[in-house]
């Protein structure tokens, strides 16, 4: 069973410029949530997808918006970058759209840096 | 607004030592609360789920227990190994998100 896969694991992007950050769901996981992770602190809740629809939202601005596939993989798209959003992003999936009985599989990461 | 805290920030033990992290919620309403691991670098490695209406769960070497009521919970961890060293993240789910604490780093050392 193929776990989540993330890519790229690094980027490196200017400040004002745009970026999309991909995912692959675990096998049979129709649920997508992606996570902010600066360093030292935990990682917040940016928004979750579920069959393609848009299922709960963080307090992010705009600029941080999402796709979900009908095989559901999803993007995470930042536009207008700001040096705050140097962090690492997790995407996590999960069979269960509750989330109630089923922890979070997650991916190892994409480490985006704004300079 | 939930909030998530763990204590302590930072633990140093020797091999073998048994040893308690704490997490504690500012918000009883929730569904389940949850602990990971996350190495260097890594993802998140869910270790234990304890739904709202359980006490305890347990696997191998840890024991995760859970007060709702108090807003408290704690991981244990049996006969620490070198390799348990990374970052414990407790996170409760509200909703359908998480809200996670800032984690409790952990070197045991050999």
């Known amino acids: 069973e193929t776990g989540v896969t993330q890519s790229p694991t690094h980027l490196i992007k200017t400040r004002g410029q745009q970026v999309t950050l991909r995912c692959s769901s675990q096998?049979?996981?129709?649920?997508v949530s992606w996570y902010q992770q600066a360093l030292g602190q935990g990682p917040q809740f940016i928004f979750q997808?579920?069959?393609?629809?848009?299922?709960g939202r963080g307090n992010f601005p705009p600029r941080f918006s999402g796709l979900q596939f009908p095989n559901y993989s999803s993007e995470l798209n930042v536009n207008a970058l700001e040096l705050d959003d140097s962090a690492l992003y997790l995407c996590?999936?999960?069979?269960?759209?509750?989330?109630?009985?089923?922890?979070?599989?997650f991916g190892n990461g994409t480490r985006l840096t704004v300079t | 607004k939930q909030e998530v805290t763990q204590i302590p920030a930072a633990l140093s033990v020797p091999e073998g030592e048994n040893l308690v992290l704490n997490c504690s919620f500012t918000?009883?309403?929730?569904?389940?609360l949850q602990w990971f691991r996350q190495d260097p670098g890594k993802g998140l490695t869910s270790l234990l789920l304890?739904?709202?209406?359980?006490r305890e769960q347990t696997s191998g070497r840890l024991n995760a227990s859970l007060d709702k009521s108090s807003g408290r919970s704690t991981l244990y961890i049996a006969a620490s190994q070198p390799g348990d060293s990374a970052t414990y993240l407790c996170?409760?789910?509200?909703?359908?998100?998480?809200?996670f604490g800032a984690g409790t780093i952990l070197r045991v050392k050999s």
């Open positions: 996590a999936s999960s069979p269960d759209r509750l989330l109630h009985n089923s922890p979070l599989h």
């Open positions: 918000d009883s309403a929730i569904y389940n």
């Open positions: 096998s049979g996981h129709n649920t």
């Open positions: 997808y579920y069959r393609e629809e848009e299922n």
């Open positions: 996170a409760v789910l509200g909703g359908n998100k998480l809200v």
């Open positions: 304890i739904q709202s209406s359980q």
